[in-house]
């Protein structure tokens, strides 16, 4: 098992910026594909970021390519997300997972999820 928790968000203004941490505990997470994604009331949960097991090959949806950044520290067993430029539109929980696989990150089907952060970007 592994247990994500993600932390960091708030309330910004328009432009600017938050990091998101997502710590893992109960076993590490070195070995799993992590990604982020975000959710809006009433609509589906979104695919924003991912990242391989070394770290070596992060990858993003097409939103955020330009402001946002996907890191790991596999030593400290936490991912992050560094959230620069931020709009209205991108507030919603993001939520942290682990999954086995590239291709389960990216379809959401990760074998774990954290409880999300909420992230309110004002204007």
């Known amino acids: 098992q592994v247990r994500l928790k993600e932390s960091g968000g708030g309330l910004v203004q328009a432009g600017g910026s938050l990091r998101l941490h997502c710590a893992a505990s109960g076993r590490t997470f070195s070995g799993y594909y992590m990604g982020w994604f975000r959710q809006v009331p009433g609509k589906d949960r979104e695919f924003v970021a991912g990242?391989?097991?070394?770290?070596?090959?992060?990858y993003y949806a097409d939103f955020p390519k330009g402001r946002f950044t996907i890191s790991r520290d596999n030593a400290k067993d936490t991912v992050y997300l560094q959230m620069n430029n931020l709009k209205p539109e991108d507030t919603a929980v993001y939520y942290c997972?682990?999954?086995?696989?590239?291709?389960?990150?990216?379809?959401?089907?990760?074998?774990?999820w954290g409880q999300g952060t909420q992230v309110t970007v004002s204007t």
């Open positions: 990242i391989s097991s070394t770290g070596s090959s992060p």
């Open positions: 997972a682990a999954a086995v696989s590239q291709a389960r990150v990216v379809a959401g089907l990760a074998e774990y």
